[in-house]
């Protein structure tokens, strides 16, 4: 029903910029609540940033607040990821995932994921 295709991964330098992108299949875009996560080697996946359908609330980690920053244009079925201020342990594969509703907006249970793009941060 949807898909899900991660982009802009790459290698950066701590302190650097990157903005990831998240190319959504569909017509019903707009009705899908967009969260990122990550995976870093050896851990559990965590929740980095969410959005509202009209992008209107926005949600994020305590740990790239002030940092990240979760964008949507529903007019081009996208949502952003973009990353201020990196640091070596943002490195991690980045997903991003969606869904019609979710009981929080940091849940691990989104419906749909992508197939997530790598991230490293070089010191």
């Known amino acids: 029903q949807v898909q899900l295709v991660e982009s802009g991964g790459g290698l950066v330098q701590a302190g650097g910029s990157l903005r990831l992108s998240c190319a959504a299949s569909?017509?019903?875009?707009?009705?899908?609540?967009l969260g990122w996560f990550r995976q870093a080697p050896g851990k559990e996946r965590e929740f980095v940033a969410a959005i509202s359908r009209r992008g209107i609330n926005t949600y994020y980690a305590d740990s790239v607040k002030g940092r990240f920053t979760i964008s949507r244009d529903n007019a081009k079925n996208t949502v952003y990821l973009q990353m201020n201020s990196v640091k070596p342990e943002d490195t991690a594969v980045y997903y991003c995932?969606?869904?019609?509703?979710?009981?929080?907006?940091?849940?691990?249970?989104?419906?749909?994921w992508g197939q997530g793009t790598q991230v490293t941060v070089s010191s």
């Open positions: 569909g017509r019903t875009f707009s009705s899908y609540v």
């Open positions: 995932a969606a869904d019609q509703r979710v009981g929080s907006y940091n849940t691990q249970q989104y419906a749909y």
